[in-house]
C-alpha cells in the first residue's frame, strides 16, 4: 500500500485512489465542486488544485492517482507521494479560482435558499478574497424551469456539471446538458424532454450552490431555522435513509442522507415530496366511539376498555390486522395481544424501477413488509377465507392510513362482523367502518423500528409532535393488552419492546435504537 | 548546403495535381509498397531516427507518439488525421488537402500500417466543406487503385478511412476533444491522462497527427531518416510549411527547411511589409503564440527551439505580420474576442477569464481605461495560463493548453508594448 504525506499527515491508502479522495477520507479538506464520489471524474472546477512535490504545475488532486514510487524513489526515502494543500501557491490559486466563479454571480445570498449549505458562499467565506475586482457589467440570464420542481438560477451557476453527469450516470435519463460553448454555456433541456423522472428532485441536492432548487422548497425558510431529524422514509420498502427538515411541527423538506448500504447518496422524489400527503389529511385526534351512524368522543380509558371488554367477549374470534406501514413494535404487540389469526388486508403494489446507476424504486409500496412477516410468527395466507373458517366475529385492525378499493369478499367481511376496532390516525374508509377508532401517530410523528427488503433494521425517528389526545400506537396496544391481561407486561419504552421482540424472534435479538443509530443494522449476517 | 528543393509542395501547381495518376505519375504510393514489406516496428523505428516532430503545434515527436502505444494491443488501434486547422493565422494544411492530398493519404497509410491500425479518420473542420469533398474523391479513387479496403496491394493489410467534418469550433482541433467530438459528443477536451495513446477514440488506443505531419512520412519512407535529419536543425528536422499573412506584398503558404529567419520568410518568400512601412511585431506561430517585436523577429530562426528560448512557439508557423500602423491593444482585444469564442468553457479559469480579458480591454478601447488595469491583464492571463516560466514548465492550470494559448499572446502584447496600453489610461486616471 503506498505510504503518503499530506501537508502533516503520513498514512496509507489503497493503490489507485485520488489524491482528493484520499484527503477526504482522513480528514483533510480540499475544496472542490465538480468532484462527486459517484459521478464521472471531469475536472473541470480547478478548486481542488494542490502541489504535488516533484510534479512542476498544481495538480487537479480530483484526477491525480496515488501509487507507488520504486523503492529507490521515496519521497524523504519513505514517501510515495508527498501533497502541500496549505502552500501559498495553492492558497492564491483557491483566491483565483473563487474570484473566477463570483465574476458575475449576483451575491444575493440573502435570498437565496441555497445559503448556509453553500460551497460557494463556505469557500468564498474560507478561502476566497473579501473584495471583488471585476469593474465590468456582471451577466445576467433569467432563471429557467427545467422541470416542474427543478428551476434553475442560471446566474448562480457554476458549470460544475454534476447535475448533467447526474442524469447521464445516475438516472441515465439525460435530460440535462450543457447548452453553448464558453461564456455562454449553460445547464439546459431539449424543450420535448424536461427533466421528468423519479429521481429529479437529487440534481437540487448535489448542486454545490443555489442554482439548481427544488420548487417545492424555494423560497419557504432558510436552512439554519429548520431542524434536521435522520430518519428513514416510508413510502416503499428500499427504506432510502433521508434527513427530516421541520420547524415548529412542519416539515419543509426532505433530503437524501447518505448510506452506502441502503441508497447511497439518493432519493426519489416519491419520498422527497411524499411527506406532503401527511399535511391535509382528516386527523382522528381523540378516541371514537360508535353512534348509530355517526361517532361520540370518548376519553381514553373508556375507549381502552370497551375494547378490551369487546375482544373478551369475543371469546378468542378477534382476529388482528397487522400492517406493512407500521413499525416491528406495533405489529409485534398486536400479535401479543391477540389470541387467534393474524393476517393483513391485501398488499399495495407499484411497479419497480431500477435506474442505471442502482438505485431501486421497490414494488412494495409499505415501508415495513419485511419487519411484519418477521416478527408476527404466522401470517394467515389468506385471510379473507380463515375469518369465515374460523368464524371470527370481531376484527382489531392497525390502519395502514392508504385507502385502497377492497373486493367484494372484503366488503362483506367489514360489514358483518360483530365490532371493528380500527387503530388510526386519520378518518380512512376503514376508520368510518369502525365500532371503536383509537387514535394513532401518523409519519413522521411515529417511532420504531422498520426493516427493509433487503433485511437491514432502521430506526424511524420522529420529526412532530404528537396531535392532540393521540398515542404512539405501540403505547395503545400495550394498554389494551394490560387492560385484558393483568399480567401482561409494561413496557417503559420502545427499547424495551425490541428486547420482547428479541426474545421471542432471535433474528432480532440484541437490537437497540442506539446500535441501529443512523446506519441501520444488517439482519442476515448480523454482527453485534 | 544547396539550395532546397520544396518537397511537400513540389508538384502544387501542376495540373490536376491532386488526382491518383499524376500522383501516381511522380512516384506516389513507392514508399507505401515499400513500407507494407517492412515490420510495424522499423517503420516506427525509421520515423523515431526521423526526428519528425508533429506540425500541428506542439511539436511532439510523432515517433516517440507512436512508441506509447501498448506493446500488447487487445483492442483495435485508431489513426485520426488532425484536418481541423483553425489556428489564426494558419492554412497550410487546406494547401495539403487540395493539392496534394494523395501525399497525405499515403502518410496515412504508412502510419496506419506502422500502428497497426484498420480504421482511420480525417477530421477536417467543418469550414473546409470543399476540401472535405476534395477528400471523398481521393478515397473513392484510391479504394478502386486498391490503395484502401481490403487486402491492400496484395498485402492482406486492411485499411478504411472515413472523413469526419466537425462542426466549426476551434477547440476539437485539441486531440482529445477532437475525438470526443468524433465520437459524437460535445467536443470539450478530457482530462489527461489517460493519454490517446492508450485510451482515445472509443477508449481504444488512438493517435492523432497533423496532416502536415502525415505528409512527410512517404518522403522520410523513400528518402531515409538521414535525408531528413540533414534539412534544419538536428532535434525538429524537415522541410517546413510557413503561413505568412498580414501586412505583407505577398502573402502565402512557403515551404522552406525547419530553422529558416523569420527575416527571410517576411521580406524574401512574402515580398516584404505592405506599403514600405515597419515591421512592429510578429506572431510567429499562428494567435497562440506570443508576440515578438520587431527586433526580436529579425533575428530569430523558425524552428522548435530556437522559438522555445525566445519564450514563444513555433506552433503551427502561422506567421501574422502587423506593421506600424497596427494598433496593439486593439489587435489584442481581437485575439482575446477569438479566444472568448472559442473556449469550450468546462474549465473555469478560461470560461471565465477569456470573457473578462475581452470586457476589460473593450472598455480600455472605448476609452474607460483605469488605474491599474495593467496590472490586472498580468493578473488575469497568469491566473487563466499560469506562470509563464519556461524554465520550470509551470504553467498550465486548465485541462487542455488553451489556457496557455489565451494567456501567452495576450501577456506578451501587454509586456512588450506597454507603452501603448498605458496610453489608453486617461491621465486623471494614472494620477489617481
Avoid at chain 1, 340 to 368: K, V, W
Avoid at chain 2, 56 to 78: E, H, Q, R, S
Amino acid at each position: 500500500m503506498p505510504f503518503i504525506k499530506i501537508d502533516e499527515k503520513e498514512f496509507e491508502v489503497a493503490k489507485g485512489t485520488t489524491v482528493l479522495q484520499a484527503a477526504l477520507a482522513n480528514g483533510i479538506e480540499i475544496p472542490h465542486y465538480c468532484y462527486h464520489p459517484v459521478l464521472e471524474v471531469v475536472g473541470s472546477c480547478r478548486m481542488c488544485l494542490v502541489q504535488v512535490e516533484g510534479m512542476p504545475k498544481l495538480q487537479a488532486s480530483c484526477n491525480t492517482l496515488i501509487g507507488e514510487a520504486p523503492s529507490n524513489k521515496k519521497l524523504d526515502g519513505k514517501y510515495d507521494m508527498v501533497v502541500n494543500t496549505q502552500t501559498d501557491v495553492v492558497k492564491q490559486e483557491r483566491k483565483n479560482i473563487l474570484e473566477f466563479l463570483l465574476l458575475n454571480h449576483p451575491l444575493d445570498c440573502p435570498v437565496c435558499d441555497q445559503a448556509g449549505e453553500c460551497y460557494l458562499q463556505d469557500y468564498t467565506f474560507k478561502y476566497g478574497n473579501a473584495h471583488s475586482r471585476f469593474k465590468e457589467e456582471k451577466r445576467v440570464r433569467p432563471s429557467e424551469f427545467l422541470g416542474s420542481n427543478i428551476v434553475i438560477n442560471q446566474d448562480r451557476c457554476i458549470l460544475c456539471s454534476r447535475c448533467v453527469r447526474f442524469t447521464r450516470e445516475i438516472s441515465g435519463t439525460n435530460e440535462l446538458f450543457v447548452q453553448n460553448r464558453g461564456y455562454h454555456s449553460k445547464v439546459s433541456i431539449l424543450e420535448d424532454k424536461p427533466l421528468e423522472n423519479l429521481m429529479a428532485g437529487n440534481v437540487a441536492d448535489i448542486c454545490p450552490v443555489g442554482a439548481l432548487l427544488n420548487t417545492d422548497y424555494i423560497h419557504k425558510n432558510r436552512f439554519w431555522n429548520l431542524d434536521t431529524i435522520p430518519s428513514v422514509c416510508q413510502d416503499c420498502s428500499a427504506g432510502c435513509n433521508v434527513d427530516v427538515f421541520s420547524q415548529r411541527d412542519e416539515i419543509f423538506r426532505l433530503t437524501p442522507r447518505e448510506n452506502h448500504d441502503v441508497n447511497g447518496y439518493f432519493m426519489c422524489d416519491i419520498g422527497r415530496y411524499g411527506f406532503h400527503r401527511f399535511e391535509e389529511i382528516e386527523r382522528v385526534n381523540q378516541p371514537l366511539v360508535r353512534n348509530g351512524k355517526s361517532f361520540d368522543v370518548i376519553d381514553w380509558a373508556e375507549a381502552i376498555q370497551k375494547t378490551a371488554d369487546l375482544i373478551e367477549q369475543s371469546n378468542g374470534k378477534t382476529a388482528g390486522i397487522v400492517s406493512p406501514f407500521h413499525t416491528n413494535e406495533s405489529n409485534f404487540l398486536l400479535g401479543l395481544m391477540i389470541n387467534g389469526i393474524l393476517g393483513m388486508l391485501p398488499a399495495i403494489q407499484a411497479e419497480e424501477i431500477t435506474y442505471p446507476y442502482g438505485f431501486r424504486i421497490s414494488a412494495d409500496r409499505s415501508p415495513n413488509q419485511r419487519g411484519m412477516n418477521d416478527i408476527c410468527g404466522g401470517l394467515a395466507k389468506d385471510l379473507s377465507s380463515e375469518i369465515k373458517k374460523q368464524a371470527i366475529r370481531g376484527l382489531y385492525i392497525l390502519d395502514d392510513g392508504v385507502d385502497r378499493e377492497l373486493d367484494d369478499a372484503w366488503k362483506e367481511i367489514l360489514a358483518n362482523m360483530d365490532f371493528l376496532i380500527v387503530q388510526s390516525y386519520a378518518m380512512t374508509d376503514l376508520s368510518k367502518l369502525a365500532h371503536i377508532v383509537l387514535p394513532g401517530l401518523a409519519p413522521y410523528e411515529r417511532e420504531g423500528t422498520i426493516t427493509n427488503d433487503q433485511d437491514r433494521i432502521q430506526w424511524l425517528r420522529p420529526s412532530l409532535s404528537i396531535k392532540a389526545e393521540s398515542k404512539p400506537d405501540w403505547e395503545i396496544l400495550m394498554l389494551v393488552n394490560n387492560a385484558l391481561n393483568k399480567k401482561a407486561e409494561n413496557f417503559t419504552g420502545l427499547d424495551d419492546v425490541i428486547i420482547k421482540m428479541g426474545e421471542q424472534f432471535p433474528n432480532y435479538s440484541g437490537i437497540t435504537l442506539f446500535k441501529i443509530a443512523t446506519q441501520g443494522i444488517a439482519l442476515n449476517g448480523k454482527k453485534m | 548546403m544547396s539550395a532546397f528543393k520544396p518537397v511537400l509542395t513540389q508538384h502544387i501547381y501542376q495540373q490536376d495535381c491532386h488526382t491518383l495518376p499524376f500522383y501516381q505519375s511522380v512516384g506516389g504510393y513507392t514508399a507505401l509498397e515499400k513500407v507494407l514489406t517492412m515490420d510495424p516496428e522499423d517503420v516506427i523505428d525509421v520515423v523515431k531516427n526521423s526526428n519528425l516532430r508533429g506540425r500541428g503545434g506542439a511539436g511532439f515527436p510523432a515517433g516517440i507518439k507512436w512508441g506509447f502505444l501498448p506493446k500488447d494491443m487487445v483492442k483495435p488501434t485508431y489513426l485520426i488525421n488532425n484536418a481541423d486547422e483553425s489556428e489564426p493565422g494558419t492554412f497550410k494544411d487546406r494547401l495539403l488537402i487540395n493539392k496534394a492530398p494523395h501525399q497525405m493519404l499515403e502518410g496515412m497509410l504508412i502510419a496506419a500500417y506502422a500502428i497497426r491500425c484498420n480504421l482511420a479518420f480525417i477530421y477536417i473542420r467543418g469550414e473546409f466543406y470543399k476540401e472535405a469533398e476534395v477528400l471523398e474523391k481521393v478515397l473513392s479513387e484510391a479504394y478502386a487503385a486498391n490503395l484502401l479496403g481490403k487486402n491492400i496491394l496484395g498485402s492482406k493489410y486492411d485499411l478504411d478511412v472515413i472523413v469526419h467534418r466537425g462542426a466549426g469550433a476551434y477547440i476539437c482541433g485539441e486531440e482529445t476533444a477532437l475525438i470526443e467530438s468524433l465520437e459524437g459528443k460535445r467536443g470539450c477536451p478530457r482530462l489527461k491522462p489517460p493519454f490517446p495513446a492508450l485510451e482515445g477514440y472509443l477508449k481504444c488506443p488512438t493517435i492523432v497527427n497533423n496532416v502536415e505531419t502525415l505528409s512527410n512520412l512517404p518522403h522520410i519512407i523513400n528518402r531515409g531518416a538521414e535525408w531528413f535529419r540533414s534539412i534544419g536543425p538536428e532535434k525538429g528536422p524537415g522541410p517546413k510549411l510557413y503561413c505568412v499573412s498580414g501586412c505583407v506584398n505577398s502573402p502565402g503558404v512557403f515551404e522552406e527547411p525547419m530553422g529558416t529567419s523569420l527575416k527571410k520568410l517576411i521580406y524574401e518568400n512574402a515580398g516584404g511589409i505592405k506599403n514600405d512601412n515597419q515591421l512592429k511585431a510578429v506572431l510567429p506561430g499562428g494567435s497562440s503564440s506570443a508576440i515578438l517585436t520587431a527586433e526580436e523577429a529579425v533575428t530569430l530562426n523558425m524552428d522548435f527551439d530556437s522559438l522555445m528560448d525566445a519564450k514563444t512557439m513555433l506552433g503551427s508557423a502561422g506567421i501574422i505580420v502587423m506593421d506600424d500602423t497596427v494598433n496593439m491593444v486593439q489587435a489584442c482585444l481581437n485575439i482575446a474576442r477569438f479566444y472568448a469564442h472559442e473556449s469550450c468553457g468546462q474549465c473555469t479559469p478560461c470560461r471565465e477569464g477569456t470573457t473578462w480579458l475581452v470586457k476589460m480591454l473593450t472598455r480600455m478601447v472605448q476609452g474607460g481605461g483605469k488605474a491599474g488595469d495593467i496590472k490586472m491583464l498580468y493578473e488575469i492571463t497568469d491566473n487563466i495560463g499560469g506562470l509563464i516560466d519556461f524554465s520550470k514548465g509551470s504553467f498550465g492550470k486548465t485541462i487542455c493548453p488553451f489556457g496557455e494559448a489565451v494567456a501567452w499572446p495576450i501577456r506578451s502584447f501587454v509586456e512588450k508594448f506597454e507603452s501603448e496600453f498605458i496610453n489608453y489610461i486617461p491621465q486623471q486616471e494614472t494620477v489617481a
